[in-house]
């Protein structure tokens, strides 16, 4: 999901053919930071990053005891990493543990909105149970990307945000990580949020960017993970003469074909 169109091998590990969207940003001039509440070191290893720390090292931080050991722990870094690299063109990311099973272990109790909810390992819970237990996790999510962004409203900021997978919610299990041939749709259907601050948008070409993204913005139109490389390079005011970015993939360019894919 982050490199262009078909720069994959077509295997199960998805094999890079081509440099990541974080790697381009890197050799163009951005320092950046990436803290994870997961461990995918094989991952982070690949971004050419000037620092990333993960759940265990943000944990035993002195700053952070007594506090949830959530994704939230994440806000307070990225205030703590826009503070350091002042300077330049900087990119944080995060990489948080989101909805994924068990729900009821993403979220605090005054989170605990929906009842009654799911708190069994052991196929106890019901179908209700489990999407009451998801939903608080999603009410979770929002709380967290609020503040974000209420973190970098007073900055010249853009924030993308989206999930790598959805999730099938039953009785009989699923969740994710169906094979592709036969996943069901909900496991392929996931949100995709771009931000801008009114710093950002103060300048008349990022203003002029978002109103291309905000009109690409279709209910009838399909997006796909591979928008994300050249979305994030356009909607940043990067152009690419050689064909480095494929507009019809930029959700900021001013004239995507309705039906690209």
Request: net charge negative.
């Amino acid at each position: 999901m982050f490199v262009r169109e078909n720069g994959t091998e077509n295997n199960d590990q998805r094999t890079l053919k081509e440099n990541n969207i974080f790697s381009v940003l890197h050799q163009l001039g951005m320092t950046s930071e990436l803290f994870s509440m997961q461990s995918e070191l094989w991952f982070y290893n690949k971004l050419d990053l000037d620092n990333y720390a993960m759940k265990e090292m943000m944990t035993a931080k002195n700053s952070n005891f007594g506090k949830e050991l959530d994704d939230t722990l994440l806000i307070n870094e990225v205030a703590d990493s826009v503070a350091h690299y002042s300077k330049g063109n900087h990119l944080v990311i995060l990489h948080t543990k989101g909805s994924h099973f068990m729900y009821s272990q993403r979220y605090p109790n005054a989170f605990k909105k929906y009842q009654p909810e799911c708190l069994n390992v052991d196929d106890e819970c019901t179908k209700e149970q489990l999407i009451n237990a998801y939903d608080n996790s999603i009410l979770y999510t929002d709380y967290f990307i609020d503040g974000v962004l209420n973190t970098l409203r007073d900055k010249k900021a853009i924030v993308f945000y989206t999930s790598d997978h959805g999730e099938s919610i039953s009785e009989k299990g699923g969740l994710h990580g169906t094979p592709k041939e036969i996943a069901p749709p909900e496991q392929f259907k996931v949100p995709f949020l771009v931000w801008m601050s009114d710093s950002y948008l103060a300048e008349p070409e990022n203003k002029q960017l978002f109103d291309n993204l905000k009109r690409n913005q279709d209910n009838n139109r399909t997006f796909y993970h591979h928008n994300i490389f050249d979305s994030i390079l356009g909607c940043l005011g990067y152009s690419s003469p050689d064909g480095g970015i494929n507009n019809q993939n930029n959700l900021c360019f001013g004239d995507i074909a309705s039906e690209a894919h």
